[in-house]
Structure formats: C-alpha cells, structure tokens
C-alpha cells in the first residue's frame, strides 16, 4: 500500500508525510516497516517509477532525506518533530 499526503484543501488538508505515516499505523494498523515501504518502493511503484525509485540500490536515483533520529519507527510516531539533517537529491547532498 502507498502511503501519501495527497495535499489539497478539500478532503486531504495535510502535507505532513509524517503525519501520514502515524495515521497508516494508528488508524489503519499497517506497521511502521509497513508505513516506511509504503512511501518509499510501495509510493514509486503507485507512480509507475519502481524501476528507478523509491529505495536506496546501485542504478535508483538517489533522491532521500537523512533524519536526526536514533531509529526509523521515530519519524512514525513522533508526527509534530521535523528532524530533517540533510537532503540528497541526484545524488548531491543539498
């Protein structure tokens, strides 16, 4: 299942990929392994870009974000902490 924000004013107000992740756990039961596959390779897939995105492998684009976080279930749980530490995009560290 992708997990997304589908920001817009009408039925999705949100454009917290966080937010989104803790509402597939809490309200939806996936867990957080399942929320962090949901908007990465499950995300790329839905996109039709499974063959260049969404995980980190020789010949994917290297597009992704590196969190100041002891451990990935944080971003899931802690949806109002925004510990962005860098962004890679291309490859390039932004």
Known sequence: MAVATDFNPGTSPFASLHLAMNMACVKFGLTPEE???GVTR???RALGRRA???QLA???VANFAIWDAEHPVEMVY???RSP???RVVQGELQ
Do not use: I
Request: overall charge negative.
């Open 58 to 60: 020789p010949g994917f």
């Open 35 to 37: 929320a962090w596959a």
């Open 42 to 44: 499950h995300a790329a």
């Open 84 to 86: 962005l530490w860098h």
């Open 52 to 54: 260049s995105h969404g």
């Open 78 to 80: 802690e949806p109002g």
